[in-house]
């Protein structure tokens, strides 16, 4: 495929090797912040030979790069850097990183191999509905598009009057928003009688997390072909990082410019394929702010084996969670992404569910799920159900529940994200605590 290099695991490996050398003596030679790190952690650059070393080497996060600020991690003189992007912090100043020329070039190459994942052609027509300016969303999908060779409309969060205008007159194939900006346009497309005038084939996700439920209504409404969901945070250049192909098993992602560890967020030790852990990143050739096991506290899991489609890059899953909403039962670390995986994959279930956790007398834990039905449906299969539900978590996940079907709209609604796990158990996890690195 053009623009996506033929590659395999031995030569993407035999890559990442030579980017972690690289990148650790680059970092070591050229960011105090980075040198005093390793010293402290006893490595020389020469310590690193291969992948193996990884594992030895610090970690750092959002905390380090907010120690940082303006320009956290530098590691090039401020004449190279050609551009900076940032991201909100929750907490105190915001997140900003710093480019060279040569890092945007990287950006945008890995972004085009997107758009030539999702099967795009140089006659496509690619609206851009997500945030322009100090946001790294804008720039790459726009840049990525330029350089992949099909027409970019910026149009950036515009009014929706705007959107339909040209989404009808510039007959735009494909349409680049967050989930909630998709479903608004879908919704308004109908009731503006619009959708018979629209040419749009591909929906391309990024930048918020969502549910199945919520794409299958995009989808239907809109009646495209694909919703691809695209990958990426600011530290880690931006969105384009990875994408799911036409198969949608999962996110191909871009392996020859950074190592993914999917870790314990407790232990900080890999856990195997398949398992859900927390994303951690090492660039391999970032020059301005290199990352060395960047922990971001998404949740997601590597999925082994070759994808059908063709492409050697290797698979992740879609972010399931964040590593502050994990909770542990029985033993085993769960993560609200994934009871939302198990539900949407149940006929006659709503999308609104809550999680409640109880200790019970006998000393053991015991989990309930409240789940509704779908609007449509009737109360004679309530039984079935809570059966069904019961039956996959017990496979998917490995813990045993107890399922309580409620009527449709019987749990709230709200405008923000919703609270979904509830911990009524007397001694709450403190993993978190545990899991604080310094
Ligand atoms: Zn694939």
Redesign the pocket.
Known sequence: MQFIPDTDAAQLAEMQAAGLRWTVGHAYEHSPFYRQRLDKAGIRPDDVRGLDDLRHLPFCDAKDLQAGYPFPLLSVPTEDVVRIHASSGTTGKRKVLCYTRQDIDDWVNMFARCYALAGLTPSDRVQIAVGYGLWTAGAGFQLGCERFGAMAVPLGPANTDMHCEMMVDLQTTVFCATASMALLMAEELHRRDLISRIKVKKIILGAERHSDAMRRRIKDLLGVEHIFDIYGLTELYGPGTGLD?A?H?GI?YWADHFILEILDPNTLQPVPPGVPGEMVVTTLRKQAAPLIRYRTHDVSRLLPGP?????GFP?HDRVLGRTDDMFIYRAVNIYPGQIDDVLSRIPGLGSEYQIHLHHREDGRDIMTLKVERASNADSGQDKELAEAVAGEIRRRIMVRSQVDILDYAALPRTERKSKRVFDHRETVSSFLDQSSVS
């Open positions: 192909c198969e098993r191909h994808c059908p489609c063709g492409v698979l």
